[in-house]
C-alpha cells in the first residue's frame, strides 16, 4: 500500500497520462482523429477529404491516397437535414421517424491503409465511422430482438454487387461511438465502401429497409490498381531479369518458382501511357499488336512457372503457371462488341529451339475489367535445362490458332524463361542465395552470421531485415558440418553410414516479411534449404516414414523451445527450399531452429529417435520492444507533450488515448534511456533510478481506452493498459530477493492532483523484456480532464503512495 510518490528502493519508474471524457452528450464530438486529418497523420503518406461526385451521387476522392475520409458536412446528418441525402451511389434512402426523437446518423467515414501507405490492391485497409445514437429511446418499442447495428459494405467497382464484411454493435443510451473494421483490397481501381447504422432485429443487407430508423451513407476512393502496380514477389522466389539473348525476362538459376516480376507490365503498341518494357518480351520475335490503352484494354500483367511441392523445377515434376491479365472494360465501341476473350497457354521444353507446344486455351467475357488470375498445372517435360513458356491473350473470333497467331486488334503475347533440374545437383545454387551479402529488393540491410563460440551457434550480432546462416557455416551434417552440431543446447546429428547420402540443411534464414528491421511484433519468415538422399534403397521404408523438417524458435537463450509447423518432402528428390512464418515476440535474442530428417512424425526440438536428421540453429538480434514497439492503431488519440500539466496528454475526448513514445524509458538511468521531458508526471514526483534502460525497470507505454469501444464518459468501464520492462538481472543488488510492484492510481481530477488507488501488483524480476499490465476501472465525476498514474519498481514493501520511492 503506496501513496502516488512513494518512491522503492533505488529503481522506481512514475508517469502519468492526462485524457478527456464526456461530462454529458456531445452532438457531434470533435476529437483528434477527425481533426487532424486534413494533414497527414503520423506515417501516413497522404490523407485527403472527399468531395461530393455528382455522376455517382457519393463523397469521392478522387486522388490516391493512404487515407480517404469522408469530409465534415458531407454526410452528417440523417434523412432531409443530410446534404445530398442519401449520398448512396444506388439512392439506398435513410429512413427516420418524427421530428420529436433524435435518430440513428453516421456524421464521420473514413478509409485509409493499415500500412499508411497509397491503397493498393491486396492491401488491408481500415473503415472506420462516427456514430451518433439516440439517447432517448423512449418513443420506441424496444423488443427483446432489437439492437443498435452498424453494418459495413464494400464493392470493387461501381457496378459489381455489395460485398457484406461484418457488423458492429452499439448500446441503448450511449450518445457517440467510434467503429473500425478491415478488409482487403481486391482488384478494381474505384472502390466503394458503404456503413449502414440502424435499429431493429439483426438482419444483414446492402439497404436494410424492414428497420424503423437508420441511415445509410457511402464513401468512394480510388485505388492503385493491380494492374499496374501488384505484389508480384515473395520472399526466397527468383525474379527474372531481361535477357538480351532470349530477349525476353529469364530466371538465370533454377529454383522452386520464376517470377516475371514487372518485366511485362502493359503491352506493345499502346495508345499513351503504359508501352511495355523490352517490347515484345518473346523468344521468337512475335509481336503485340494493340490499340488499345493500359489500364482499360487486354494485357498480360505478370507470369510465374513455379513446382506445385515447393521443390526446385525438375523433369518429371508437375509445375503450374500463375498469370495476371488485365480484361477490358468496355468493348461495346468496337466494330464487334460481342466477342470473347481468349487466353492460350504454350510451353518450350527447349527454349532455343522455340518449338512451341499447346497447353490450353481458355475464354472469357470481357466488360468487366480489373486484374484476373489464371493457373494451369503442366509436367516439365525433358528438353533443355533452359525452358520458356508463353500466354498470349485478347479479343477474337476464334480459339483455334498458332502460338503467334494475332486475334484483332488487342493482342497481347509475352514468354518466361527459366531453368529446370536434369538430374542430382549436391548443392544448388541459386539466386536467392547468392544475392543475399547485398539487399534484396525492398530490404532494408540483410547480413550473413558469424559463429559465435559463447553459444555455439552462427549468429547476426546487428540488427537487419534479414539474417542468414552463412554458405559454410551449416553446410553438411555430422563431422562433415563446421562447429558442429551448431546448436545452442548440444543437439547433436545423427547420421548413418559413409556410403549413404544422409538428410542435409545447407541454407538457413530468417526475414522480416515487412523488409524492414526485425523487431517485436513484426511477421519473419524462416527459409531453409534442405539435401535430401536420392538413393533410399539402404534404409527401410515403413510407411509411417517420411521427410519431415521441423521448425522451432525461442526469443531467448534460456526459455523453451516452441513449436511452429513441420513441411514434408518426397523421397528421390535430391533438394529443396521451404518456408514458414511466425511473430516475434517480446526479446532482444532470438534463436530459430530447422530439423530435417527420416523417420515416422514425431514432435519435439530434439528428435532422438529418428535415425538419420541435420539439427541447426540460427540466432539473430531483434529490435526489443522496450524501446520501439507498436502502440498505437488507427484512429486512436495520441498524447503529446503538455507543458502546463508536465505530463502527456490527450486534448481532445476520444474512444481513447495513448501516450505513444513519450514515457519510454526512466529518468535518471544510466546512459541512453534518459525519459524524455522526465518525470512526466503532473505533480513533479520524479522517476529515482540507478538502472539501464533495456536492463531494469522502467514503464514504456500508458494507454486508457473505453470497455466498449465508444468515447470516454463518465460512469463507463475504461481500462488502463501498460507496458513495462522487467529487470533481467537482481543477482548484484543489495536485496537480490525481491518483487517488482506496479501500482495503478486515477485523478478523476487533473488539476487536483489528487490521487486515488485503484489496485497494486507484485511479480517476481529476472526474467526482462516486455510485460503487459492490464486494469479496468469506472471512470468518476470530477472534471472533464483526467489522470492515471503508474509507479512501478523494485521494493520491499507494498504499502505506498501515489509518489513513495
Known sequence: YMGPCDRMDKYFDVDDLVFEVNHGAIPVPSFQYIATLDSPLPNHSKSIAATYDSEYTVPRCFEHASLCHGGFVLIRGVGDEEENSPNTIDSCADRTGSSSQKFESIFFM????????????????????????PTDTSLRPMPADHQFIIHFYYKSDVVSSWKYITSRFRQPGLDSGLFSVKYMLPAGSVHVVRVIYGYGPFIVGPCVRSWEYYDVDDLMFAVVDSSLTFPLVVEGELLAVYDSEFTAPRCIDVGPSCDSSLLIVGVGGTVGEGTESNAPNTIDGCEDYSIGKRGHDESIQSMKVASVDGAFLSVGEKARIEAYVF????????????????????????????????????????????????????????????????????????????????????????????????????????????????????????????????????????????????????????DEEENSPNTIDSCADRTGSSSQKFESIFFMSVQSVTKEIMTVGDWVSITTAVISPTDTSLRPMPADHQFIIHFYYKSDVVSSWKYITSRFRQPGLDSGLFSVKYMLPAGSVHVVRVIYGYGPFIVGPCVRSWEYYDVDDLMFAVVDSSLTFPLVVEGELLAVYDSEFTAPRCIDVGPSCDSSLLIVGVGGTVGEGTESNAPNTIDGCEDYSIGKRGHDESIQSMKVASVDGAFLSVGEKARIEA????????????????????????????????????????????????????LNFTLQPGDSTQAVRLTYGYAESRYMGPCDR
Open 723 to 774: 507496458y513495462v520492462f522487467k529487470a533481467k538481472d537482481t543477482s548484484s543488488r543489495s536485496n537480490p530477493n525481491e518483487k517488482e510492484y506496479a501500482h495503478f492510481w486515477y485523478a478523476p481530477d487533473a488539476k487536483s492532483k489528487d490521487w486515488s488507488h485503484l489496485r497494486s501488483t507484485s511479480f517476481d524480476p529476472g526474467s526482462g523484456g516486455l510485460m503487459r499490465l492490464n
Open 327 to 478: 480484361k477490358a472494360k468496355d468493348t461495346s465501341s468496337r466494330s464487334n462488341p460481342n466477342e470473347k476473350e481468349y487466353a492460350h497457354f504454350w510451353y518450350a521444353p527447349d527454349a532455343k529451339s522455340k518449338d512451341w507446344s499447346h497447353l490450353r486455351s481458355t475464354s472469357f467475357d470481357p466488360g468487366s475489367g480489373g486484374l484476373m488470375r489464371l493457373n494451369l498445372n503442366f509436367t516439365l517435360q525433358p528438353g533443355d535445362s533452359t525452358q520458356a513458356v508463353r500466354l498470349t491473350y485478347g479479343y477474337a473470333e476464334s480459339r483455334y490458332m498458332g502460338p503467334c497467331d494475332r486475334m484483332d486488334k488487342y493482342f497481347d503475347v509475352d514468354d518466361l524463361v527459366f531453368e529446370v533440374n536434369h538430374g542430382a545437383i549436391p548443392v544448388p545454387s541459386f539466386q536467392y542465395i547468392a544475392t543475399l551479402d547485398s539487399p534484396l529488393p525492398n530490404h532494408s540491410k540483410s547480413i550473413a552470421a558469424t559463429y559465435d563460440s559463447e553459444y555455439t551457434v552462427p549468429r547476426c550480432f546487428e540488427h537487419a531485415s534479414l539474417c542468414h546462416g552463412g554458405f559454410v557455416l551449416i553446410r553438411g551434417v555430422g
Open 110 to 133: 473514413s478509409v485509409q491503409s493499415v500500412t499508411k501507405e497509397i491503397m493498393t490492391v491486396g492491401d488491408w485497409v481500415s473503415i472506420t465511422t462516427a456514430v451518433i445514437s
